[in-house]
């Protein structure tokens, strides 16, 4: 499955544009939540299928169960500024805590209710064994109660969600006094995906600094954060013609990287491309480069090395004609 999301302000979607990106990082940060539990709706990592019970998380997951598939394959990209904010992700461990527990009239809290509601829907077009099998399908009257279901789903989708507490703070006027148990979801574990991340023609230096508003974007320790790409197989493709950041620039802050990362962060440098990819040839040779990139995560199942892009050979696919992906 992909997932693709525009952030705030950028063609339908709702809200503005902000000068920090710090808005924009937490877009990422809630569409990677958002993905990993409706995936595990869809193909449920634990035998219990609570989320379909409840939608409102109260039928807790306990992470002790055996799982009953492998942890999923998660690919995390972005282009330019989206690489960027794929530089200042949390690891998708941290970012799941945000969602296991959260306050009931918080956004995570909402995000994974929608996220729910959504797989709800896929199951029942894919459809999924694991959730029909609990349901007799082929009875009319389940059938029929399962349509209606299926159309109050699609209904709370399309409703806007407002906040009742500003930045998910607490309290506050409407609801008072300190939190308690009841006034949270209850803990619904994701298992942590096997991670991979993509950062095509990525932003450094002065066009990084101007897209931020020439702030810190994270507050973490930036070595923290660019663990990520040490201990999980990373591939960045970067254009020797790309005038928005050079290639000097861009060995600087992979010089420490590539050091520790223990053949799991690959660099390919393409020639003749820019910033865009709109040199002839170039998006071809991009295209290649994911495309065996992918394939040889894939065919590689759960072992450890990532495949060295620096071995794979240029190869331009006449038949391919550019498109804005």
């Not at 399309?158 to 006094?177: E, Y």
């Not at 574990?189 to 450094?204: D, G, Q």
């Not at 201990?231 to 005038?243: F, L, V």
Request: aromatic share 10%.
């Amino acid at each position: 499955m992909v997932g693709t999301f525009n952030l705030r302000g950028a063609g339908n979607s709702k809200g503005k544009s902000t000068w920090t990106s710090k808005a924009e990082l937490q877009d990422y940060i809630s569409f990677v939540g958002f993905f990993l539990y409706y995936l595990s709706g869809v193909y449920p990592p634990y035998s219990v299928i609570g989320p379909f019970d409840d939608l409102s998380g109260s039928t807790p997951i306990s992470s002790d169960l055996a799982p009953i598939r492998p942890p999923a394959r998660l690919f995390l990209a972005g282009y330019s500024y989206g690489a960027l904010l794929t530089k200042y992700l949390p690891h998708v461990p941290v970012i799941l805590s945000q969602f296991s527990r959260a306050l009931k009239t918080s956004s995570q809290a909402e995000i994974r209710r929608r996220a729910y509601r959504l797989a709800f829907i896929t199951a029942t077009d894919l459809p999924s064994p694991a959730y029909l099998a609990s349901i007799e399908f082929f009875n009319p009257s389940a059938k029929q109660m399962l349509q209606e279901k299926v159309k109050d789903h699609r209904n709370e989708l399309k409703t806007p969600f407002v906040r009742i507490q500003a930045k998910d703070s607490w309290p506050n006027q409407h609801l008072g006094g300190d939190p308690s148990d009841e006034d949270y979801t209850a803990r619904v574990e994701v298992p942590p995906p096997i991670t991979h991340y993509l950062l095509v023609s990525m932003l450094l230096g002065p066009a990084a600094s101007f897209v931020t508003g020439f702030r810190k974007l994270a507050g973490g320790d930036m070595k923290t954060l660019d663990e990520k790409f040490q201990y999980n197989p990373t591939a960045i493709i970067h254009g020797d013609w790309d005038k928005i950041t050079s290639e000097s620039r861009l060995s600087d802050w992979l010089a420490d990287i590539e050091d520790r990362t223990e053949g799991k962060c690959h660099v390919r440098g393409v020639h003749g491309a820019g910033h865009s990819w709109k040199e002839k040839g170039a998006m071809n040779k991009l295209r290649s480069h994911l495309r065996r990139f992918f394939e040889g995560c894939l065919e590689q199942q759960c072992e450890e090395k990532s495949p060295n892009l620096a071995t794979i050979p240029e190869q331009e696919e006449k038949s391919e004609t550019m498109s804005n992906t």
